[in-house]
């Protein structure tokens, strides 16, 4: 088994930043076979949306509302992703989830607040 572990959330103004961190931990061999990490968020009432993943070859994708303000990063090891959110908004408040993907398996963490007041 993964077990991810989210830290770095809170509450921030506009226009602030935050950085999210994950950590993955557990079965050393699941942990070198994870292809993909990423981040996702869900709003209260809203379904859970993608905001960001990395590959193991570093290939990123992000979420429209958020390119150009979010970057995503993973450690050398490979067992930790970042997410450097910056010019936060109101709208980007929200649970948000890490996640960790073995082909067709996907581990999620128990998720971090983040909080951005107007």
């Known amino acids: 088994q993964v077990q991810l572990v989210e830290s770095g959330g809170g509450l921030v103004q506009a226009g602030g930043s935050l950085r999210l961190s994950c950590v993955a931990s557990g079965s050393i061999f699941r942990i070198n076979r994870i292809n993909r990490m990423g981040w996702y968020r869900q709003a209260p009432g809203k379904q859970r949306d993608l905001v960001a993943t990395t590959t193991r070859d570093d290939t990123t994708t992000y979420a429209d509302s958020v390119k150009g303000r979010f970057t995503i990063s993973r450690s050398s090891a490979k067992n930790t992703v970042y997410l450097q959110m910056n010019s936060l908004k109101p709208e980007d408040t929200a649970v948000y989830y890490c996640?960790?993907?073995?082909?067709?398996?996907?581990?999620w963490g128990q998720g971090t607040q983040v909080t951005v007041s107007s």
């Open positions: 996640n960790a993907g073995i082909i067709d398996t996907n581990y």
